[in-house]
C-alpha cells in the first residue's frame, strides 16, 4: 500500500462536520506527523466557525510531553468515514510503514460476501445443550462464572442489565443443572424476561465479585459490531481467522465473537485487545470499543431476546491461538523482497554502490564513530558534513559531494549554527564559496522522539531532499530499551536501515566508549552498551586517546607563540621582518629575539593585547588533544591507523608522524584519577606562570599590586579576591618561591625556580 499524503487525505474530510476536539485532533495529528500550521489553517478556513488566527495560537499549545499524543491514523480513520477508500493489499513501494497499514490490512471490505445465517426452528430449539456447549467451550469445571437475568428498561427504551448478576456458582455445578432442567434454563439461572433476553461473563471470575479485580483469569475478548450486515461480520471473521472460542447471534443485530486472549496479567490483556480491536478496524469489523473490559458481560445462548433466539453460531474457528494468529496477521502482510534465483541474478549483477568516502564507506550504508568524552566526536561528523557538502577531504580522504542532513540531538539551535561556522572558518572557506545551501541541519535539542517514531518523518523530510548522507549527533539521545540487551539494539540499529532504505542515504552516528581503560579492549569492543552496535555498521571508525609528547607540546606552545607575535606585528610594525632579517640575523622562529623586539617596539597596551592573545593561543595548545582512528570495514580492507591532533574546532591529520610510535594502550592505563591530578596540576602550573608573567609586565620597583593584575587581564580573567587566596596558597607551597604577599601588594625577594 502506498503511503498517502495527509495533505490530500484531509480532501475528504468535513471541517464542518466535526466537533471541537475532533478539530482539535486533526492539528494535534499534523503537527506530530510534520506537517505544518499553515497547512491545518487552510484546510480548517472552509469551516464557517474558522477565526483567523486560531490555528496557530492552538497549535503552539500542542505539547505531545505533556502526553497528548494524536497520531496520522486518527485523519485516516476521519477520511475512511468521509468516503476515501485505500486500496487493498498494495504494498509500500518505498518499505516504510505508515499509520494506515501498519499491519493487518487483509481483506477488500468493499468486496466481502455475506454469510446466511440460520436461527434454529422452534424443533430444533434445546435452551440447554445451547449454554451446555458454551460453558464446555469457554469455562474450566470450577471456574466461576457471572451472569445476568434480571433487566431493566433505560430512559430510550433499551433494555440493559438490572444488576450485578449471580457470580458464585461453577461451570460444573451449572451443567450439571443444565442436564438435569429438561430445557427450562430458568429453573437453573432464574428467570428472565424474553423481551430483554439475558447476558453472562466471558471471563472465569474469582467468585468474590464482577469486577475487573475480580477477573480470575484473562482468557477471552468480546469482538462486537453492528455497523455492518450481521452476514458480513460472520464473514469477515472467517476471512481474517480470529481465534474464535465461540460465536453467538444476539437476537438483534450483532454477532458476539469471543476471542482466544490468553494474557498473563491485565496490563497485557489491554494490549491484546487493542492490537485485536486495530486488526478487526483494519478490516471493516469497527468494534465497539465499550466492550475493552475483560468482566464485560456478552449475550447469553439459550435464551430467547424478543423475536429472536440468542444461539451459538459456531465455535473454536479460526487460529487456534492468540499467538498464532498474531504471527499468521504478520506474516501474510509483510513487505519482504521475494527470494530471487542466483543463476538469474549473476546474469545481471548490479555495480557496486560509490564510494561517498574512499574506501572507507559506500553510498546508502551505515557508518558509526565511536569515541571517548570529548574527543571532538560532534566536531568530527561536523567536519564530515562539511567535506561532503563541499566535497573536499575528510582525515585524508576527498568525498562524494551532495546533500547532507545534519539531526542535532545535544546542542540548542544557536550554539549548533555557531560550531558549523567556526568549523568553516576553521577550515579557510570563505562565505562566498561554500556550498552550504546543501547542508541542512534538524535541531530536535528537547523533543522527546524514540528513532522508532522518529524515522518516518525523517524519512519524509529525506526523499525531498535527495541526500547523500543523514548524520545523527549523537543516538544516545534516541535509544530506547536495554543498551546492553543484543536483541532490543539489535531492533534500535534496524531503523538506521530503515533510513538507508527508504532514502538511499549513507546513515552516519556517533556512540561513546564504556567505562573505564580502552586500551587493552579490541576496537570492537569499545563502544558502550551491546556488540550490536560495532558489529551492525558497515564502518567502524574507533577513535582512541594518545598522550601527547611533552616534545611534540613544546613545539606547539612556540608555533602558537610565533603566530601570535606576528599577528601582532604585522599590525602594529609592518616592516618588522626587514629588521628581525637584516638586523638581526634572525628568523621568526628565533622566539627569545622576537619577543625582545616586540618588548622593545610595542607600547604597553600592544604588549598587554600581546600576552591576552597568547594565552589564549597557549590554552588551546593546552588543551589540545591526539587520536588514533582505526577501521573495522565490512566492505573494505582495513586501513593503517591514522593520527590525529584535535584543536578546537578542528581535527588536523598528524602529516609530519609527530605521534609515530604513541600507543593508545599505553596512554589509556591511567585511571582517571591520575589524569585529573594531572590535569589539575598542569591548570596549576599555567596559572602560576601567567602571574609570574603578570607581575613581570607590571612591577614597579619588584613590587606589584593585585589590584593591578587583576584589572590587567593577563591572568585568565581572577578577581582580586581569586588572586589573594590563590596567591596566599602558591606561596604557602612554595609554588611561588622568591616571593612574598602582604596587603594587597606582591614582592620579589628573590630568584623565582
Not at 468482566?295 to 430467547?304: C, D, T, W
Not at 591529520?653 to 609515530?660: R, V
Not at 599590586?705 to 588572586?723: F, H, M, N, Q
Amino acid at each position: 500500500m502506498t503511503k498517502y499524503d495527509l495533505k490530500e487525505l484531509l480532501e475528504y474530510i468535513d471541517p464542518s462536520s466535526l466537533s471541537y476536539q475532533e478539530w482539535c485532533n486533526v492539528g494535534m495529528a499534523l503537527k506530530h506527523e510534520g506537517y505544518s500550521a499553515e497547512e491545518w489553517d487552510s484546510w480548517s478556513s472552509a469551516d464557517s466557525r474558522y477565526k483567523k488566527g486560531e490555528c496557530f495560537t492552538k497549535w503552539n499549545s500542542f505539547n505531545e510531553e505533556a502526553g497528548a499524543i494524536v497520531t496520522g491514523g486518527t485523519i485516516f480513520e476521519y477520511a475512511k468515514k468521509g468516503g476515501w477508500h485505500p486500496p487493498v493489499k498494495e504494498k509500500y513501494k518505498d518499505g516504510a510503514i505508515g499509520w494506515d497499514d501498519e499491519i493487518g490490512s487483509i481483506i477488500d471490505t468493499d468486496s466481502v460476501d455475506s454469510i446466511e445465517l440460520q436461527e434454529p426452528s422452534d424443533n430444533d430449539w434445546h435452551p440447554s445443550n445451547e449454554l451446555i456447549r458454551y460453558l464446555s467451550t469457554l469455562f474450566e469445571t470450577d471456574d466461576y462464572v457471572g451472569f445476568v437475568m434480571q433487566s431493566m428498561e433505560n430512559d430510550k427504551g433499551k433494555y440493559i442489565p438490572g444488576n450485578r448478576g449471580i457470580y458464585k456458582m461453577t461451570a460444573g455445578e451449572l451443567i450439571e443443572k443444565l442436564h438435569k432442567c429438561n430445557d427450562d434454563i430458568g429453573e437453573v439461572l432464574g428467570d428472565y424476561n424474553q423481551e430483554a433476553g439475558a447476558w453472562i461473563r466471558f471471563n472465569p471470575l474469582n467468585g468474590e465479585g464482577v469486577r475487573n479485580a475480580d477477573i480470575a483469569s484473562f482468557k477471552y475478548a468480546l469482538v462486537e459490531s453492528d455497523s455492518i450486515d450481521i452476514g458480513k461480520q460472520l464473514s469477515i471473521i472467517h476471512q481474517i481467522e480470529l481465534p474464535v472460542a465461540a460465536v453467538v447471534y444476539s437476537g438483534s443485530k450483532s454477532i458476539h465473537a469471543i476471542v482466544k486472549i490468553e494474557a498473563n496479567d491485565s496490563k497485557e490483556y489491554k494490549e491484546r485487545v487493542a492490537y485485536l480491536y486495530k486488526i478487526c478496524d483494519k478490516n471493516g469489523l469497527e468494534v465497539d470499543g465499550q466492550n475493552k473490559n475483560p468482566s464485560r458481560l456478552s449475550r447469553m445462548p439459550g435464551v430467547i431476546r424478543g423475536e429472536h433466539k440468542q444461539f451459538i453460531i459456531e465455535t473454536n474457528t479460526g487460529k487456534e491461538s492468540y499467538d498464532e494468529w498474531v504471527e499468521w496477521i504478520e506474516s501474510i502482510d509483510d513487505d519482504l523482497p521475494d527470494e530471487e534465483c542466483l543463476a538469474d541474478s549473476l546474469k545481471n549483477i548490479p555495480d557496486y554502490a560509490e564510494e561517498l568516502i574512499p574506501g572507507i564507506l559506500r553510498q546508502g550504508h551505515k557508518m558509526l564513530l565511536v569515541g571517548p568524552s570529548k574527543s571532538g566526536k560532534s566536531f568530527a561528523l561536523i567536519e564530515l558534513c562539511i567535506a561532503i557538502t563541499e566535497g573536499t577531504e575528510w582525515i585524508g580522504r576527498k568525498c562524494k559531494q551532495g546533500n547532507v542532513l545534519y539531526v542535532n540531538f545535544e546542542l540548542d539551535r544557536p550554539s549548533c549554527l555557531h560550531r558549523f561556522e567556526d568549523v568553516y572558518n576553521s577550515l579557510g572557506i570563505p562565505e562566498g564559496k561554500r556550498h552550504s545551501k546543501n547542508l541542512y541541519t534538524w535541531n530536535l535539542r528537547g523533543k522527546t522522539l524514540t528513532l522508532d517514531k522518529l524515522v518516518p518523518k525523517l524519512i519524509r523530510r529525506a526523499k525531498k531532499r535527495n541526500y547523500r548522507a543523514v548524520v545523527i549527533d549523537p543516538i544516545y539521545k534516541v535509544i530506547t530499551g536495554d543498551e546492553n540487551s543484543a536483541s532490543e539494539m539489535a531492533n534500535f540499529c534496524n531503523q538506521f536501515d530503515k533510513i538507508a532504505e527508504a532514502t538511499g542515504a549513507s546513515v552516519i552516528y556517533a556512540h561513546h566508549h564504556s567505562k573505564g581503560a580502552q586500551g587493552s579492549k579490541k576496537s570492537m569492543d569499545r563502544a558502550s552498551g551491546s556488540g550490536v552496535f560495532a558489529r551492525d555498521p558497515d564502518a567502524l571508525l574507533d577513535m582512541i586517546e594518545l598522550d601527547i609528547p611533552k616534545e611534540v607540546k613544546d613545539r606547539f606552545r612556540k608555533e602558537a607563540e610565533v603566530e601570535t607575535i606576528k599577528a601582532v606585528l604585522d599590525k602594529a610594525v609592518p616592516n618588522w621582518r626587514t629588521y628581525i632579517y637584516k638586523t638581526l640575523k634572525t628568523d621568526e622562529n628565533d622566539l627569545e629575539a622576537m619577543n625582545n623586539y616586540c618588548a622593545e617596539m610595542l607600547d604597553f597596551d600592544q604588549m598587554t593585547e600581546l600576552e591576552i592573545l597568547k594565552g589564549k593561543q597557549l590554552y588551546n595548545v593546552d588543551h589540545m588533544s591526539a587520536l588514533q582512528i582505526s577501521g573495522t570495514l565490512r566492505e573494505f580492507a582495513s586501513f593503517d591507523p591514522i593520527n590525529v591532533f584535535f584543536k578546537y574546532p578542528l581535527h588536523y591529520l598528524d602529516n609530519n608522524n609527530l605521534l609515530k610510535g604513541c600507543s593508545p594502550d599505553k596512554s589509556s592505563r591511567k585511571s582517571k584519577y591520575e589524569k585529573m591530578n594531572e590535569a589539575k596540576q598542569k591548570e596549576q602550573d599555567e596559572n602560576v606562570a601567567m602571574l609570574i608573567n603578570a607581575f613581570e609586565q607590571l612591577n614597579v620597583d619588584g613590587e606589584a599590586s593585585l589590584k593591578d593584575i587583576a584589572s590587567s587581564g593577563l591572568v585568565a580573567g581572577k578577581t582580586i579576591e581569586a588572586l589573594r587566596k590563590s596567591v596566599t596558597r602558591w606561596i604557602k607551597s612554595n609554588k611561588l618561591e622568591g616571593f612574598e604577599y602582604s596587603q594587597g601588594i606582591i614582592k620579589k625577594t628573590g630568584g623565582h625556580t
